[in-house]
């Protein structure tokens, strides 16, 4: 089953002061037509922004753990 939810190094938001972002894997970033996508890999609709990885790691876990018990 592929997981629905992932993370990403970085803020997709732009924001500076993120350094992580939980992502919906199922909701790609059209532009033009086309998955956007730029040097850091292509681009997701962000579920949340997190300041450390273990919290993003925990937030997408339980996501995925949820849409698997639907």
């Known amino acids: 089953m592929t997981e629905r939810y992932g993370i990403y190094k970085g803020s997709q938001s732009a924001h500076c002061c993120f350094e ?4 919906d ?4 970033q059209i532009f033009g037509g086309e ?12 579920v949340c922004e997190c300041f450390v990885e273990s919290d993003a790691r925990l937030i997408v876990e ?6 698997g018990t639907k």
């Not at 992580?20 to 992502?23: A, H, I, R, S």
């Open 35 to 46: 998955h956007y996508e730029d040097e850091g890999g292509k681009h997701y609709d962000p």
């Open 62 to 67: 339980a996501l995925n753990h949820y849409e």
């Open 20 to 23: 992580w972002t939980v992502v």
């Open 25 to 28: 894997l199922t909701k790609p």
